[in-house]
């Protein structure tokens, strides 16, 4: 059950393709914005956009369309680049609610410094994307919008929690899409739906005006269909920025320049690659999850390096750890959604006690309110030392893991979900089957290392997307949209 053959993907797939017919006279901004309106609309039921900018979207194009006919001279870096943000990355003057009840009508009042700087590169901002509330979920389904269904089975979910994010890029309705990753919301819903999904280095893209869930974790990523792309639009982003002291300036690994898309810097040719152990281990994976780790092997075996199967013993530990860590993160920062400042005041309170309390019973959804509880449990005075104090100490241990491992090896292979894209409603009852599926991409939010998902094409049983996944050190994205861009081709 398919939708593409309702939409044009005869649109281009990489900025170097459309940057060129626009030289070439071929196609406009406009031309382009109105074609991926006409995709916004046949994918509707997909329920990828939460709103979108079709006016303003149309009438940049115009400006910019103006822009390069007085001096392409003047077009920046991005200049005909469509994009789409997650609904929970502030644009100024435009709506982000974290698909909750609690921010409905609640307007940026600034831009986050993506945003902004893609902007200033001369991208235009196409919509707002459906995402999991706040962040916090696996398929989507935690939204007050509903779920996104996956374009290539509607009765399939797109994953999450950037799934509107993902789905818009691989319905053709933008370009590159902004999503944000604490435990795999970018990489997973890239898997489930055919396309490449980067989550930077932490640190690497600022996360001002990023409504913060677990700010230990969060980072802004990126969905495209070219590798390409996506390098140029992190290198757009990222930077130092005086509004997050945690992002810092590199002038390593600089992906590209304009006009000419450089290649990316050539690392050493033949690299050496480690599997996780239990990126084999068929009791943990779907048949076909299983199959791509095998393709990868001998791809990457192929391509001429070395490939060995590496023991890693903290995997049963990562899930408790990541939820006990971003809970307590999640519960201290959404705090400030208190009826007071920001959004949604419940109607019926008649002092400041019920007003708090009611507003925030009404404003966040159940998994959202689960998450606060169990965030102030772990952090309380009788558990702290339990639970949380614990859990740091396991995340400690899991870096240092991993930093043993890359002293060895170059990068490492692992799934992104041990499953295919499940049926809607499928986990929306057991939560820990839902927090299970997060096994495989919680890792580099631990480690503060970038990962990326690689679309590796169709399983033979389920003939559902599969993505596989590539963890590089820290700062070392460039080594990852390379090798991409090898597998992608090969
Ligand atoms: N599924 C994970 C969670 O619910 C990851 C979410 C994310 O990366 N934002 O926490």
Not at 106 to 120: D, P
Not at 126 to 152: A, L
Not at 294 to 301: G, H, K
Request: include cysteine.
């Amino acid at each position: 059950m398919c939708l593409y053959n309702q939409l044009n993907m005869e649109l281009p797939t990489s900025l170097k393709e459309i940057q060129k017919k626009i030289a070439e006279n071929q196609l406009t901004c406009v031309d382009l914005v109105s074609a991926y309106l006409k995709n916004i609309r046949a994918s509707k039921n997909l329920n990828a956009y939460i709103e979108v900018f079709e006016e303003e979207a149309l009438l940049r194009a115009n400006q910019l369309d103006k822009k390069y006919q007085l001096d392409p001279e003047t077009c920046g870096a991005l200049f005909g680049l469509v994009v789409s943000i997650k609904d929970l990355i502030c644009y100024e003057g435009h709506g982000v609610t974290a698909a909750s009840k609690i921010l409905e009508n609640f307007k940026s009042i600034y831009s986050s410094t993506a945003v902004e700087r893609i902007l200033n590169a001369d991208a235009i901002i196409i919509g707002r994307t459906n995402c999991d509330q706040f962040g916090m979920g696996s398929d989507n389904s935690n939204s007050v919008y509903g779920v996104v269904k996956n374009p290539f089975d509607t009765s399939r979910v797109a994953g999450g929690s950037s799934g509107g994010s993902a789905v818009s890029v691989a319905a053709n309705t933008c370009l590159v899409a902004l999503g944000t990753d604490t435990g795999g919301s970018v990489r997973q819903p890239a898997s489930f739906t055919n396309v490449i999904g980067l989550k930077p280095t932490y640190g690497r893209v600022s996360r001002h005006g990023l409504l913060a869930y677990g700010s230990s974790f969060d980072q802004i990523g990126f969905f495209a269909h070219a590798a390409e792309d996506i390098a140029i639009v992190t290198a757009i982003a990222s930077g130092a920025d005086e509004f997050d002291a945690t992002c810092v300036e590199r002038t390593d690994n600089i992906f590209t320049t304009f006009g000419e898309l450089q290649k990316f810097p050539e690392h050493s040719k033949t690299k050496k690659i480690a599997f996780l152990k239990q990126s084999f281990d068929a009791a943990l994976l779907d048949a076909d999850v299983l199959k791509s780790m095998q393709t990868a092997r001998t791809t990457f075996e192929k391509l001429g390096h070395t490939v060995e199967v590496v023991e890693f013993n903290l995997l049963d530990y990562i899930v408790p750890a990541y939820y006990v860590l971003t809970t307590a993160e999640a519960s201290s920062n959404l705090s400030r959604y208190d009826g007071v400042r920001y959004g949604y005041r419940s109607p019926e309170s008649t002092n400041l006690e019920t007003m708090l309390k009611k507003t925030r019973t009404e404003g966040f959804s159940e998994e959202v309110k689960r998450r606060i509880l169990t965030g102030a449990f772990v952090l309380s005075a009788g558990y702290y030392d339990a639970y949380f104090s614990k859990a740091q100490r396991v995340r400690r241990l899991i870096s240092e893991n991993i930093d043993r491992i890359f002293n060895d090896f170059d990068l490492i292979i692992l799934p992104i979900s041990p499953v295919v894209p499940w049926k809607i409603g499928e986990k929306s009852d057991d939560t820990v089957k839902m927090y299970m599926a997060d096994i495989f991409t919680v890792l580099a939010n631990m480690a503060g290392v970038p990962g990326i998902s690689v679309p590796m094409g169709f399983g033979e049983e389920t003939n559902l997307p599969i993505g596989i996944q590539i963890l590089a050190k820290k700062w070392c994205e460039a080594e990852l949209l390379q090798i991409t861009e090898k597998v992608l081709s090969s």
